[in-house]
């Protein structure tokens, strides 16, 4: 199992996305952000959200 949260990208949110893959771990983590932190990815250019979207994959963990 695959997990991501959004305390480890230094967001205060409680959100905690599992999976069994990372793939399906990111689909979640994107989803949420998309709705949930719409204000923040909202500001972001392509460039920065690729970056983002990088450090989203790179903070998944093994659980
Ligand atoms: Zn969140």
Redesign the pocket.
């Known amino acids: 199992m695959e997990k991501f949260a959004?305390k480890h990208l230094g967001?205060d949110?409680d959100?905690v996305a599992t999976g069994s893959t990372k793939e399906e771990v990111m689909d979640k983590a994107m989803a949420?952000?998309s709705t949930?932190?719409a204000d923040l990815m909202k500001g972001m250019t392509e460039v920065q959200l690729a970056e983002f979207a990088q450090k989203l994959e790179a903070s998944i963990q093994p659980i």
């Open positions: 959004c967001i949110c959100f949420h952000g949930v932190h």
